[in-house]
């Protein structure tokens, strides 16, 4: 790892020199492959997008020579998009900065990467796209500037949002509005900066605030729950930018964040629902359904602290569960980690046909890939077809370089099956695999010395056993 990262900065330290020499296109090449190793990395992302727009001036494209090249695009603009509408959002990040290479200045081109960047979850590499836009555009835009603040906080760089407002006030120095958030994000960015050495004491975002009013009010919003007055004062803006812009995907999650802290469930679903209402938003659709989960687990809890019958309400739940997954597979059939969550869900409940299916295609993805392993293997050995399972449990085993708890899980099912099949000196080899490791795993030791016991009762099976 240490490798990787050493080469990704050196890929960046190259590229910054060749932006210092005017050389574009190799500066260019340089971020591509820092990104190719780290497509996580802001740094590189920032400087690429410089490297953009200085390539792009460079050339000077003539208006024909641009559409051209635009023309060429369309589909690659179409797929980026679709990338991001399957939540697969580093896959449409690559997709967009081909776009961006051609013209890191297009309104279309930046809305596709900002997107897909809010699909990849990384909001800080969304700002510096729309910064980079706004400082090479009309400086008097200040929409630009708002979402470059919106998304500076989101990835909780308040230092870099505070910036953005204060450009907006220096143009608008009266706009309310704008001095309010202003304030709250200057009041987070003292809480970040402070919180280490005021965490845990009592009253301590009020110690970091010269305005106790408002340190109050951050205290309670930080709190563990949001209740009463105070949800309703932290919903207000989000409420007055959905009035203003019903189409305000950020509004609409923020909203229901803060109605999900204060367990409002019902008022955060009544959002989401309207937000997925006619769109195909897989984050969107994701808090959607964890809010209504939350919703029956509330109802469930409640009724197991007065001692009355939820059995009825638990079955429910856990049928809207697996519906819910099912629907959402059928809308994102391509992503992957939804297919795992289903597999997952139906070996769960034993419905070990239809959990193959997804776990098959869900092994592709390389985040998921030795779970549902793992999973396939239970499910093969369930319907008995141990040599099936056995099979996807080696190749697991092999895939795990260290003694994770999964290698155990893996190593412990292998070892279950040769005790089956009757070979107890490959199940003992296996079951001392792991309690060399960790003798507190599962049974793993009563198992261990059961089998020493039968190779001890014959010796010709194996010699000098030790555990």
Not at 198 to 223: F, H, I, V
Not at 263 to 287: C, N, W, Y
């Amino acid at each position: 790892m240490a490798g990787v990262e050493q080469r990704v900065q050196n890929f960046i330290a190259r590229g910054k020199q060749s932006l210092e020499c005017s050389k574009s296109k190799l500066a260019l090449e340089m971020f591509k492959q820092a990104l190719a190793l780290a497509p996580k990395s802001i740094e590189a992302r920032k400087n690429l997008r410089a490297a953009q727009i200085l390539a792009f001036k460079q050339e000077a494209p003539s208006k024909t020579s641009l559409a051209f090249k635009k023309l060429k695009l369309f589909f690659t603009a179409s797929k980026a998009s679709s990338l991001t509408k399957k939540g697969k959002g580093l896959e449409a990040m690559d997709e967009a900065e081909k776009l961006l290479e051609v013209d890191p200045l297009d309104p279309k081109y930046i809305d596709i990467a900002v997107k897909a960047a809010e699909a990849a979850s990384l909001p800080e590499a969304a700002a510096v796209t729309i910064e980079a836009a706004y400082a090479c555009g009309d400086a008097s835009d200040r929409s630009l500037l708002e979402k470059v603040a919106t998304y500076y906080i989101l990835a909780k760089k308040y230092e870099k949002a505070r910036d953005a407002y204060k450009k907006i006030l220096a143009a608008s120095p009266s706009d309310q509005r704008i001095l309010q958030l202003l304030k709250n994000t200057e009041a987070q960015l003292t809480i970040a900066s402070g919180w280490e050495q005021n965490a845990g004491k009592q009253g301590g975002t009020r110690d970091l605030l010269a305005n106790p009013e408002q340190a109050a009010q951050l205290d309670k919003q930080n709190a563990a729950q949001l209740v009463g007055d105070d949800v309703d004062l932290a919903a207000k803006e989000y409420l007055q930018r959905l009035d203003a812009n019903p189409s305000d995907m950020n509004a609409s999650r923020a909203l229901a964040r803060i109605y999900l802290k204060a367990k409002r469930f019902q008022e955060a679903i009544k959002v989401l629902e309207k937000a997925t209402a006619g769109t195909s938003d897989p984050e969107l659709d994701k808090m959607l359904s964890g809010a209504k989960l939350s919703a029956f687990d509330a109802i469930i809890e409640e009724r197991k602290k007065r001692n009355e019958d939820y059995a009825t309400i638990q079955a429910e739940r856990d049928q809207f569960e697996l519906d819910d997954l099912m629907s959402r597979v059928e809308r994102y059939p391509n992503d992957m980690h939804l297919r795992y969550e289903l597999g997952s869900l139906q070996v769960k409940y034993e419905y070990y046909d239809e959990a193959i299916k997804h776990l098959q295609i869900a092994q592709k993805s390389p985040k998921d890939r030795l779970e549902a392993l793992y999973l396939l293997a239970k499910c093969f050995i369930a319907k008995g077809q141990r040599d099936l399972g056995v099979m996807q449990l080696e190749t697991a085993k092999d895939a795990i370089p260290t003694m994770t708890d999964l290698k155990k899980r893996v190593i412990y099912q292998l070892a279950l099956c040769a005790e089956d099949s009757g070979n107890d000196k490959k199940a003992y080899e296996l079951y001392k695999e792991i309690y060399s490791n960790d003798v507190t795993f599962e049974d793993v030791e009563g198992r261990l010395m059961t089998v020493k016991k039968i190779l001890d009762m014959n010796p010709k099976r194996t010699e000098n056993l030790e555990v």
